[in-house]
């Protein structure tokens, strides 16, 4: 292992303050990465965990680094492993199209939603845009092109992962906590609630759903633009999106994603041409910029999960001069500025690729 001068001053110096902090038994046993990892995370406005593994050296750490996670849109990952593994298996055509039409839109993050209807983009392009800019409405369409996310959840438990699973489309947990608002919520369409989410956000795209609230549902477009919903969906968000997996997108462990992310470099978990394929995506993310990539000059392969101002998860493959660095991090409970989370993330990717490298200049 390369660690520099300054590291291994770093790494001291949290030892040591570490050990008068906290005498537990054990603690001689904690690997120099873990205990600055364990000091770094502490200082986070929010629970944290994080997974790290040099994949060249072999050397690993980690803090909470089994305890579940909501996954929030990290989930994907696991969408476009599979969808490449079956492709492998000549069971999906990434070259096929497939139309967007308004019932498959999602609101949230991605473009497709900005487009006109009739798009029909390969499902390569779509792969690609679940992940790049963390297309929602991509998400669904892959989820249903892989077999639904139990034959989903059965294949990622079958190959090893078996806490890393998708409990529900993003729709289904908006309408969860819309109903917490007001019962009448529930029983609505995916198309619905999408159409009902853009009219919280003001978004003018609710101007092509409004056909589907007209007699008994026109009230609900004024129950979602009170303020009084608007405070108790906020509410029951801030309540229950950390802590309570009834209300999660998905679970996961910093461990299992990073096991998964080394199969993706390892090519272990498909072919090594899709795997090369998978690592191209993740090499063009567009969102995350503030997390493990902010403060490094190497390249850097990623998923990120939102949920603001909760939630700030990323995970991914750094490719740093002394080799291949996977970094998971997976937070909840944040109370602090989300802009603070996603810096301290940046910080500890920094000083990881510094351990292994030497001090960046």
């Given at each position: 292992m390369r660690a520099s001068d300054f590291a291994a001053r770093t790494v001291t110096a949290v030892v040591a303050a570490t050990a008068?902090?906290?005498p537990t038994f054990g603690q001689a046993s904690k690997s120099p990465l873990t205990r600055v990892l364990e000091a770094e995370i502490?200082?986070?406005?929010?629970?944290?965990?994080?997974?790290?593994k040099h994949l060249k050296t072999g050397e690993e750490a980690g803090v909470r680094a089994d305890e579940a996670f909501n996954t929030f849109s990290v989930i994907k990952l696991a969408i476009l492993t599979r969808a490449y593994n079956l492709a492998d298996q000549k069971k999906l055509d990434l070259?096929?199209?497939?139309?967007?039409?308004?019932?498959?839109?999602?609101?949230?993050s991605g473009i497709f939603q900005f487009h006109d209807y009739g798009l029909k983009p390969?499902?390569?392009?779509?792969?690609?845009?679940?992940?790049?800019?963390?297309?929602?409405?991509?998400t669904d369409i892959m989820v249903d092109k892989v077999g639904g996310f139990d034959k989903l959840n059965q294949w990622t438990a079958a190959a090893g992962f078996p806490n890393f699973q998708m409990l529900r489309h993003g729709w289904e947990w908006r309408q969860k906590l819309m109903v917490i608002a007001d019962p009448r919520f529930a029983g609505l369409s995916a198309e619905q609630i999408v159409g009902l989410m853009y009219v919280m956000q003001n978004n003018a795209l609710f101007s092509r759903y409004q056909d589907l609230f007209t007699g008994a549902r026109a009230g609900l477009v004024d129950v979602v633009r009170s303020a009084a919903f608007h405070r108790?969906?906020?509410?029951?968000?801030?309540?229950?999106?950390?802590?309570?997996?009834?209300?999660?997108?998905g679970t996961m462990t910093a461990r299992e994603v990073g096991r998964l992310l080394e199969a993706i470099e390892t090519n272990t978990i498909a072919s090594k041409e899709s795997c090369a394929e998978?690592?191209?995506?993740?090499?063009?993310?567009?969102?995350?910029?503030?997390?493990?990539?902010?403060?490094?000059?190497v390249p850097v392969g990623h998923k990120t999960?939102?949920?603001?101002?909760?939630?700030?998860?990323?995970?991914?493959?750094?490719?740093?001069?002394?080799g291949p660095i996977v970094i998971s991090f997976v937070t909840a409970n944040n109370t602090g500025p989300y802009a603070e989370l996603?810096?301290?993330m940046g910080r500890v990717a920094q000083m990881i690729v510094d351990y292994f490298d030497g001090p960046s200049n």
């Open positions: 008068l902090a906290c502490s200082r986070f406005p929010a629970r944290g965990g994080i997974y790290v070259n096929d199209r497939v139309e967007i039409r308004r019932a498959d839109v999602r609101d949230g390969t499902l390569r392009d779509v792969l690609t845009e679940m992940v790049i800019t963390s297309d929602n409405t991509a108790s969906y906020n509410q029951a968000r801030d309540k229950y999106l950390s802590d309570d997996s009834n209300y999660w997108l998978i690592r191209a995506i993740l090499l063009r993310q567009q969102a995350g910029t503030r997390r493990i990539p902010h403060f490094l000059s999960g939102d949920g603001p101002p909760n939630i700030a998860n990323d995970v991914g493959i750094v490719y740093a001069h002394s996603e810096d301290r």
